[in-house]
Nanobody
């Protein structure tokens, strides 16, 4: 069982930056692939980024590539999402998720545990 708690969301102007954090409970954090997803009003939840257990490999949605960076600190049981050059279309509730399988996936259905989400609003 893994419990996830996101933080770091807020209101920022276009072009600004935010850093999201996701703190995980449990001793097996380092065995999970971690992902970030987002959901805007009236839209389906979409993949943003994922990172392998060791942190050596990452994967991004095309819409955020070059602007967002996912990282993790297994000693602190925390995964981060650094978001730069934010755009109004990045406005959404951002969720972190944990996947216990060995294969990195962008499908939300593959992730076993989810946080409650944190709101990110980018004004134009």
């Amino acid at each position: 069982q893994v419990q996830l708690v996101e933080s770091g969301g807020g209101l920022v102007q276009a072009g600004g930056s935010l850093r999201l954090s996701c703190a995980a409970s449990g001793r097996s954090f380092s065995s999970y692939i971690m992902g970030w997803f987002r959901q805007a009003p009236g839209k389906e939840r979409e993949f943003v980024a994922a990172i392998r257990q060791s942190g050596a490999s990452t994967y991004y949605a095309e819409s955020v590539k070059g602007r967002f960076a996912i990282s993790r600190d297994n000693a602190k049981n925390t995964v981060y999402l650094q978001m730069n050059s934010l755009k109004p279309e990045d406005t959404a509730v951002y969720y972190c998720a944990a996947d216990g399988s060995p294969i990195l996936s962008i499908a939300a259905t593959r992730y076993d545990y989810w946080g409650q989400g944190t709101q990110v609003t980018v004004s134009s």
